[in-house]
């Protein structure tokens, strides 16, 4: 497999940029929840996301080349996981389990604030195409 860089790069920070704005405010939230003030600043949340995010796609990028299908993924995925514990472990100064129980509640923490803002459009009748929208046009 050839490797285009600009493809590449233009990928890597569009997965940086996106994951900096919607992965760490949530990591953030879940960290200040259970890690305490002191222990999960904002900055902690976007090294974490930033590291997580570039070693992911490289380690993926690199693996995927050399075992195909979704086995590749499985292991990039595994090893993502760890690694991702061990950043929230080592920036926000907690144990494995913490890390674990931030890492989890911080994707709860999106789920949520994820369907109120679907809420908000479907009352506002602005369809996402995930709630349906009832067209007042169609009951005339």
Known sequence: ??????????????????????????????????????????????????????????FNLFLSNYISGSIATLIAYFVMLVIWLALVKHFFDCGWLKALAISIIAVIIAIIVIFIIFLILAA??????????ANPLNSI
């Open 1 to 58: 497999m050839d490797f285009d860089l600009v493809t590449i790069l233009v990928s890597l920070i569009y997965s940086v940029v996106v994951n900096l704005i919607f992965v760490s405010p949530f990591l953030w939230i879940a960290g200040r929840l259970l890690a305490g003030k002191q222990n999960a600043k904002g900055t902690d949340a976007l090294w974490i996301v930033l590291i997580g995010t570039v070693v992911f796609y490289f």
């Open 124 to 133: 506002l009748n602005i369809g996402t195409g995930w709630i349906p929208v």
